[in-house]
DNA sequence: CGAGATTTGTACGTATGTATA
DNA sequence: TTATACATACGTACAAATCTC
């Protein structure tokens, strides 16, 4: 981690500074060439990671003025949330951070299998289907957790609803993160995560809207409990989650949920 | 818009070339110098175009080996929206695409008011109606559209899940630009406006989260109704034949008519 | 209100490291 | 191994917006 280049080094800085308070919401930062001076290093790295925060919704540079601090619990990205859950007033309200996370991430699922359902052509379904199958056998729950995500931005993907796709994209990304956190306390795949699945594209093929969505949501309640019961064992009476599967209901009409997007500033 | 800069030219420049098919999806692009000299400016400049491009989803840069285009409608990121609504592909299935996209501020403004009801204070749910109430008046179609946009994504600060937050700001800069597209067709607030929505914060204020997400329910139904009806008009049959007339549709299938955008972007 | 100082925005250049072909 | 090409970092110069006195 120490050998990452100088503009993570400035950004780290930076941000820790900021999210630490002692460059509270409001403040302007001091000038770029000042921060180079202190930082030791060029005008050019500093703008570079000032450019990274300002992509994570937590700075703001005006010409004339300077750096000014944003309220980044407000205006920040998505990019943040690793960034957030590390810190200790995160921690404080966990289960209901974690209750909602799986929320989002069911509501992601549900639109995952619906947008599959009603616009994917059964070449599309068989290719992510083969996708899954052809990567059993895998137990690191790490990679499990990645796996399951990525078959269903997959899904989202074969519906050909490009737009629906890179939000998806968006979402994925701090989802993947969020994984990488809980899926070691979550343990590998169920025994009957195969089962489960393939049923789902059984549902999914068929073009049962009803009954993929139903099914994927008794598979997403037992997911959920378990994960809750593991966390209860790993952390002591810590974390509650406080998800409702209240996600179903709606009499007619309408079911689930996607959403944003977010941005980053770094290439290869 | 001629005097947007060197980076913003390259960009598009490049963006147009890869969009239009010049440059398809595994190719590998010319070297940044050999673009730098046929492009009229600096490496860097190049550089800032491909790396403005790359958080884009459209391009990858590695070490040694060069720029390569990527399989930009699967891996995009949420910003290619605008640039891809102004494509003829995109006009195609306008009415699929608008039914979808349509479904996402469904869903987002029943997040938003289920996180309201259920988190935010009395003094937060509070703060964010006498925005609303402060704003009225309000009669230009856009702006009104931005506003109501904006109202969502209080509501979902109010409930002070920072992550939600994160998430509903990425969602939103794409939503607002779709928003200016449609604005200016589907006209300005209705008459009930702030009737409907003042019952909304009844209920979120109420805590009654059943009636609140009815009550939205039906505004939404109402309001899409309209800028279905309005944008049949404004387009009639001038665009694809494959339209058919029923545009909305409850049970399955969705549908109505797009129009083009184009974007910029800036720090600051 | 105006003038000058401050600060960021933009563009380009150079040098060196490093991965790829 | 060598040549190519990108990654990284620092630097310079000037333009443009803002702030301050």
Redesign the pocket.
Known sequence: MTHA????RVRRTLLERIVGGDFPPGVR?P???DL?GEL??????V??A?GQLATLGVVA???????HVLDWRREGSPALLPYYLSLPSALADAPRLLGELLRMRRLLASEAVRLATRYADDAAIASVRRALEGSDGAVDPVAHAMRELEIFRQLVVSSGIWPAVWFANAFWAPMRELHGLLAPLAGGPPGDYETAMSRLFDHVAARDEARALAHLDRWLDKVDRELETRLVHAFGSATPPATPSKLRIKPRRKSAAPKAASSKR???
């Open positions: 280049g100088e503009v993570v930062l000038a770029e060439t180079a030791g290093c060029g005008r050019s790295t703008r570079e000032l540079s005006r010409r004339g003025s300077g750096a770094s290439r290869s």
